[in-house]
């Protein structure tokens, strides 16, 4: 069965510091690889997508991530943070974006 | 259009109400999923449409759930007899032929 597991639940860092949030999934086939943002009480925004070819991505609001099929590990990072950031994180991985199985999230404090 | 649209944005209800949410995907999207959220955990697969047509439902639809798409336009998802453990975040979202998912501000249940 999919999973999605994201280690960290809370992660704090200053403004102006580089960021990484980690992602791994357990999948079957070749993965299609998601990382969400949703500010709170509202709906999720695509960040990024991987579905095939150039294994580091990148996506809105400077954000990047990189898929490593021998870690299963999809990583999502930004070089520098901005106090806009705050907000919670979801990885999600699926076969298309048919039926997505989302991690249980990160939330990002940042500290002025 | 400006995305994906959901109605109510919050309801509380009394247990035992009968609630139903409204959806409006995006004009050109045919397919169209549901997904719920509770408190603290990345959201679940519920169902999805592709068209009018119900393709998927997860065993989390209990049968007290139904969900329609008539004329494969705007979606709603009905939950009778509610009860406590229904209180959620009803996330509606819409796609293109399977690619990413696009997310609407989500309806949140409040069942007193």
């Known amino acids: 069965a999919q999973s999605v597991t994201q280690p960290d639940i809370h992660i704090t860092v200053s403004e102006g510091a580089s960021l990484e949030l980690r992602c791994n999934y357990s999948?079957?086939?070749?993965?299609?690889l998601f990382w969400y943002v949703q500010s709170p009480g509202q709906g999720l925004q695509l960040l990024l997508k991987?579905?095939?070819?150039?294994?580091l991505v990148q996506g809105i609001k400077g954000f990047e991530a990189e898929f490593k099929r021998s870690q299963s590990s999809f990583n999502l990072r930004k070089p520098s943070v901005h106090w806009s950031d705050a907000a919670e994180y979801f990885c999600?991985?699926?076969?298309?974006?048919?039926?997505?199985?989302f991690g249980q999230g990160t939330r990002l404090t940042i500290n002025p | 259009d400006t995305g994906v649209s959901q109605d109510p944005r919050h309801k509380i209800t009394k247990r035992g109400q009968n609630v139903t949410f409204r959806c409006d995907p995006i004009?050109?999207?045919?397919?169209l999923y549901w997904y719920r959220q509770t408190l603290g955990q990345g959201p679940e697969f519920l169902t999805y449409?592709?068209?009018?047509?119900?393709?998927?439902k997860s065993r989390l639809l209990s049968d007290r759930f139904s969900a329609e798409r008539p004329k494969g336009s705007f979606s709603t998802l009905e939950i009778q007899r509610t009860e406590q453990g229904d209180s959620a975040m009803y996330l509606c979202?819409?796609?293109?032929?399977?690619?990413?998912?696009?997310f609407g501000e989500g309806s949140r249940l409040t069942v007193l």
């Open positions: 991987y579905f095939s070819g150039d294994t």
């Open positions: 004009s050109e999207h045919n397919r």
């Open positions: 999600a991985v699926g076969e298309g974006a048919q039926k997505l199985v």
């Open positions: 979202a819409s796609s293109l032929a399977g690619r990413e998912l696009f």
């Open positions: 999948y079957g086939a070749t993965p299609y």
């Open positions: 449409f592709q068209n009018e047509a119900q393709l998927e």
